[in-house]
């Protein structure tokens, strides 16, 4: 057998490369750790700023329009004096107020109302929400139901409105499965009951008339006279409704006949 020395280089074993000691990480004097925190602190800040913009989007382009409760300020007011306490969704007797998911943006943890599932039927009487807020985003100038604002209600669907089809209205108003409370004065005067419990027997369908919390100020109805139907009738919304969203949410139909526009007074086109 040939030794080593006798082989050719290629058969020769390959030599293996000697570890290199590690290179000793040179520590930073404080001022240069300082620095370094610093320009850390710069990006994530200027991060922060370049995005800080998207949370405007929801609110600017207007993806979600809120019913707010009652006694809210001018919408620009309402969002910077709201400090989303949620006093005033604790206060709710009838738990119509809710807060704002992340997908509002700035308006995040804002309150708001969403009628058709619970509308403010003002079973507190004296504004429950207004005396709770602590800074007056929701106006403590207050004092009764009927000066509230908080939008307009308005017949969307006139023809699919019961009442000017001549049609009566028998048993429950949204079904037994439906979870939204309102007072019925004539039940008992201090608790809001389930819809789900009580049942309607109308000739003519006028239950959001009759379920409105202000009066014939804000909701009447009046007869359809290009109509020949003996009880034709339609409902008219007055300048007494203050947008409490209660008619939106007792209507039979879906989906509702009448709504309510926020922020909508009345006069306006």
Not at 16 to 23: D, F, I, L
Not at 92 to 113: F, K, R, S, T
Not at 174 to 185: I, K, N, P, T, V
Not at 212 to 240: Q, W
């Amino acid at each position: 057998m040939a030794d080593a020395e006798t082989q050719p280089e290629s058969e020769k074993p390959a030599k293996q490369p000697k570890n290199k000691p590690a290179k000793k990480r040179r520590r930073l004097s404080r001022k240069q750790e300082g620095r370094r925190q610093l320009l850390r602190a710069g990006l994530v800040a200027g991060a922060l700023l370049a995005l800080q913009p998207l949370a405007f989007l929801p609110v600017v382009r207007k993806w979600r329009s809120r019913l707010r409760p009652p006694g809210a300020l001018e919408e620009s007011k309402f969002l910077a004096a709201c400090i989303k306490c949620g006093q005033c969704v604790q206060v709710c007797p009838v738990q119509a107020i809710h807060l704002a998911d992340a997908d509002e943006g700035l308006g995040v943890g804002v309150p708001y109302i969403e009628a058709r599932s619970q509308a403010c039927d003002f079973s507190c009487d004296a504004l429950s929400c207004v005396l709770a807020c602590p800074t007056g985003a929701l106006s403590h100038d207050l004092k009764t139901k009927e000066e509230v604002r908080m939008g307009l209600a308005r017949l969307a669907r006139p023809e699919a409105c019961l009442a000017r089809r001549a049609k009566g209205f028998r048993g429950r108003a949204r079904g037994s499965d439906f979870h939204g409370r309102l007072r019925y004065e004539e039940i008992d005067r201090w608790n809001p009951l389930p819809v789900a419990e009580v049942d309607y027997d109308r000739k003519v369908c006028d239950l959001c008339v009759i379920e409105c919390p202000i009066g014939e100020t804000a909701l009447r109805l009046e007869p359809l006279h290009d109509f020949t139907g003996e009880y034709s009738m339609t409902p008219v919304v007055g300048e007494g409704c203050v947008g409490c969203g209660a008619c939106e949410m007792i209507c039979p139909q879906d989906p509702p006949c009448i709504v309510v526009d926020e922020r909508k007074a009345w006069g306006q086109t």
